[in-house]
């Protein structure tokens, strides 16, 4: 590795730090229960974890194996949801964030556990890039679908407008989840009444889970440069 490469991973490594410090301080107390979402920014955020002193007494749920091998890495208690009485704070990332703190989730095939996660914690928060938070959300949501209704599913997507594309790996086969199912990344024909639409799309038979995700989390870490990060709070008056 060059020296440059070095200085940049340790200027990217302190930027991470920075911004797992003051989630640490905000959010997390000894003996908690830790969900965890997937992406290459929780992941640096996850790895923070293990210079925790007390982090021997905290329990964490993760929703994708890319997060579970590195929690193992570092030695984080993981345990079963279904075992757990209660999720303290879920720390996920985003695809998409728009001007209403709606977004697009699923980029990494982990739409249903984070919905699930999200929807059993009593707080969640989200970290993302800058150039993921938008005026509008305009990019393809992801469509979990049990492989049996592939065909039914893409007819009703597109009988509602949408534009659904079957999620390839590079080697031409299908991207399959950890829970055995297909994504359509499906472009929408407008992305208003985000609600409804999530709705809408969830009642299609055979659709497990849909990567828009309504509900705000208690707080967002924007990352606006190097080494420094805006933190936003939707307002719920």
């Given at each position: 590795m060059?020296?440059?490469?070095?200085?940049?991973?340790?200027?990217?490594?302190?930027?991470?730090?920075?911004?797992?410090?003051d989630f640490f301080k905000r959010y997390v107390v000894e003996g908690c229960t830790i969900g965890l979402g997937s992406g290459s920014t929780v992941e640096k955020i996850v790895r923070?974890?293990?210079?925790?002193?007390?982090?021997?007494s905290l329990e964490f749920i993760v929703t994708s194996l890319q997060i579970r091998i590195v929690s193992e890495s570092i030695g984080l208690?993981?345990?079963?949801?279904?075992?757990?009485?209660?999720?303290?704070i879920v720390l996920d990332g985003a695809d998409q964030v728009d001007s209403d703190y709606n977004m697009i989730k699923g980029g990494g095939?982990?739409?249903?556990k984070e919905k699930i996660l999200?929807?059993?914690?009593?707080?969640?928060?989200?970290?993302?890039?800058?150039?993921?938070?938008?005026?509008?959300l305009n990019i393809a949501v992801p469509v979990e679908v049990t492989p049996f209704a592939r065909n039914f599913v893409m007819k009703e997507l597109k009988q509602i407008g949408g534009l659904p594309k079957m999620r390839m790996l590079d080697k031409g086969y299908p991207?399959?989840?950890?829970?055995?199912?297909?994504?359509?990344?499906?472009?929408?024909?407008?992305?208003?009444?985000?609600?409804?639409?999530?709705?809408?799309?969830?009642?299609?038979?055979?659709v497990i889970e849909v990567g828009l995700f309504t509900n705000h989390a208690d707080s967002y870490y924007k990352i606006t440069g190097e080494?420094?990060?805006?933190?936003?709070v939707p307002n719920r008056g």
């Open positions: 060059s020296s440059s490469q070095k200085n940049n991973r340790s200027i990217q490594d302190y930027k991470y730090m920075k911004l797992s410090q923070n974890f293990g210079l925790l002193e007390y982090k021997d208690k993981i345990v079963d949801q279904n075992k757990s009485d209660k999720i303290d095939g982990a739409l249903l999200i929807s059993s914690s009593q707080k969640f928060v989200i970290v993302a890039q800058a150039t993921k938070f938008v005026d509008k991207f399959i989840t950890e829970n055995g199912n297909i994504i359509y990344d499906t472009l929408l024909p407008k992305y208003d009444n985000l609600k409804e639409t999530e709705r809408d799309i969830k009642n299609i038979p055979g080494n420094d990060f805006e933190l936003l």
